[in-house]
């Protein structure tokens, strides 16, 4: 079951926090530069996302995504056929 992807940029190690309807879903830390987010973790169905990306010891700066997870959904750089 694959979902949208979730890539992020990081200047520097960090932790992000996934937040759907204000609960918190995931968390991890990622290294500095470009990222594919881990949504493996995150529930079916299609809903906006807050993403928390706590950098050094600066104030968390948030991001909003839409996040897209459904069983017909085609693998990742596979295409989805229709009859």
């Known amino acids: 079951l694959q979902g949208t992807p979730l890539f992020l940029f990081l200047q520097q190690p960090a932790r992000v926090e996934i937040m759907v309807d204000g609960r918190l879903v995931a968390s991890r830390f990622y290294d500095a530069g470009n990222n594919l987010l881990d949504t493996s973790t995150l529930p079916e169905g299609s809903y906006p996302l807050e993403l ?9 700066r948030s991001e909003q995504r839409f ?12 295409p989805q056929y229709f009859a």
């Open 52 to 60: 928390k990306i706590f950098e050094g010891g600066a104030a968390p």
């Open 67 to 78: 996040f897209v997870r459904t069983p017909t959904m085609a693998p990742l750089g596979r």
